[in-house]
């Protein structure tokens, strides 16, 4: 009897059993010493190595999966499960080409395997192939219309393609929520982000919103759904709502340095302004060397005009504004209503310069171009000057003459053209000292010649210029006429415009116009 039992204890195959057994329960150390007991008396028995395979995969042990399976697979090329396994832990480990080589076997070894179609899906997703990805998942649903995994990654993919409908997506989330109630709860939290993001994108913000505290609701630590709530929220100017996501999101997440001057923003528009000093110092300390950081936090706090730097430094300026340039028309125009080249357009018309004036105009701190269309008529050649070489690409389609990457005051004091009209749109808001800028863009004004400018204005208890905690500067409309007065030109108006909206508040400014 005690031989039989014995027997039973080192029999690879029922050792085996009792292997599978504790992996399918979950005791994964329990596990690996059953599969480690078969190995070492049937060092080949290509079940053992397969499955030890596949807990090294789960455990993230990618190297040592590979490697088993493919010593199963030497052994018993035509199991399915063993290539499907290894496709995942191919993809896995970035070789993406051989997981698709390996899923495909998977497939036409056992075209009925559900999972194989999965992993497949999986490997085309990452490698970029939307479509025959997406192909992959459907095939994984028609085959268990219950695989949680294949419906949550079709609604993944759907939401990327263009091809997709509106419709097409929520309903492809929504099934994958329907089956979520036996998946991990961070996967049903991910589905009701995806679906927050898809309705935003949309413009739905109040079921976005929905979403995303659903999100949170499953997944109370789920930064990316904390974030992306306090965002929506904001953007609603439901401002104190959006606090403490934004703050909770960020606890959990503090290299996401994006949210920090988001954060910062929302708590000076609540009058915050302590605790708003408090995040760009909190910004600075995690990216010392950050330009725009730096900048932020030396302007925290209302700095006065002796502590401030005289102007942005050129390394803030073009690391903002490259970051910028993709999204800054839309954010600029949609979201801040903003006003500045069709105020300067209609400074412009005033003074009588109309389409066909033929003029040589420089556009001083031109962005991505949005003063061109006005300025365009009225010229013989229309110059760009930026910092940004991102913002000028986004400029070059929109009919400049030429297009100049440079800092506006050194491009300005060597100049070697001469212009009838510079057009200064809100670049002068990263000045303070206005005396050198204002000078030199003077100089290069033939006689007659106009300057047209926007600043910010200063709130009526600065006597010259602040720099503000959005990192702008400010100008009191006495310093900014004193300094076009010390250039030689002769003011024909300033007047009190506002330039746009952030978070619901009016941004004022100065609109000047001045002749050489």
């Known amino acids: 009897m005690k031989r039989r039992a014995h027997a039973r204890t080192h029999d690879p195959e029922a050792t085996l059993e009792r292997g599978v057994a504790h992996h399918r329960a979950g005791r994964l150390e329990e596990a690996g010493r059953a599969y480690d007991a078969v190995l070492s008396r049937a060092p080949r028995m290509a079940a053992a190595l397969a499955m030890k395979g596949l807990l090294g995969l789960q455990r993230g042990q990618l190297d040592d999966a590979i490697s088993l399976l493919e010593r199963a697979l030497a052994i018993d090329p035509d199991d399915a499960s063993s290539w499907s396994n290894l496709g995942h832990a191919l993809k896995r480990a970035g070789r993406l080409e051989d997981a698709i080589t390996a899923c495909r076997r998977a497939v036409a070894l056992e075209p009925r395997r559900a999972g194989a179609h999965n992993n497949l899906g999986n490997a085309l997703r990452e490698r970029g192939d939307l479509a025959d990805a997406e192909a992959a998942f459907r095939e994984a649903l028609a085959i268990d219309p219950r695989l949680f995994a294949a419906a949550a990654n079709l609604a993944h993919v759907t939401a990327r393609r263009d091809v997709s409908t509106l419709d097409e997506i929520l309903s492809q ?36 919103i929905a979403s995303y505290r659903a999100a949170i609701a499953i997944e109370p630590s789920f930064a990316e759904a904390l974030l992306n709530l306090g965002r929506a929220l904001a953007r609603e100017l439901a401002l104190e709502e959006a606090v403490v996501p934004l703050e909770r999101g960020l606890a959990l997440r503090p290299t996401e340095h994006a949210v920090y001057p988001q954060l910062a923003l929302v708590l000076r528009r609540l009058g915050r302004e302590a605790a708003a000093a ?9 990216v010392p060397d950050d330009p725009v950081a730096a900048h932020l936090a030396a302007s925290s706090g209302h700095a006065s005009r002796e502590a401030a730097p005289s102007r942005a430094s050129a390394e803030y300026v073009r690391r903002e504004f490259d970051g910028f340039a993709e999204t800054f028309d839309e954010v600029l125009v949609t979201r801040l209503d903003y006003r500045g080249p069709q105020l300067v357009a209609e400074a412009i018309a005033r003074v009588g310069l109309t389409a066909g004036a033929s003029l040589d105009v420089l556009d001083a701190g031109c ?52 212009y009838d ?25 033939r006689a007659s010649g106009r300057f047209v400018l926007t600043v910010e204005a200063a709130e009526s208890d600065v006597e010259t210029w602040t720099l503000g905690p959005s990192g702008r500067y400010a100008h009191t409309r006495d310093y900014l006429a004193r300094e076009l007065e010390r250039t030689a030109l002769s003011i024909e108006s300033i007047e009190s415009v506002v330039l746009r909206r952030e978070l619901g508040v009016d941004v004022r400014g100065w609109l000047a116009t001045a002749r050489r």
Do not use: C, K
């Open 173 to 208: 989330i929504d099934r994958a929520i329907g089956l979520a109630d036996r998946a991990h709860p961070s996967d049903h939290a991910d589905l009701h982000n995806l679906r927050g993001n898809v309705l935003r994108r949309s413009g739905d913000s109040t079921s976005a």
């Open 421 to 445: 009209l510079v057009a200064a749109t809100e670049v002068l808001l990263y000045f303070g000292d206005l005396a050198g800028v204002l000078a030199a863009l003077a100089a290069t004004l």
């Open 367 to 418: 962005g991505t171009g949005l003063a061109a269309p006005h300025l365009r008529p009225l010229s013989r050649r229309l110059v760009g000057v930026d910092l940004s070489a991102a913002m000028l690409r986004q400029a070059a389609t929109r009919g400049y003459d030429a297009l100049i990457e440079a800092d506006l005051l050194d491009h300005a004091a060597t100049a070697r053209e001469a």
């Open 278 to 286: 408090e995040v760009y110092r909190a910004w600075h300390l995690q």
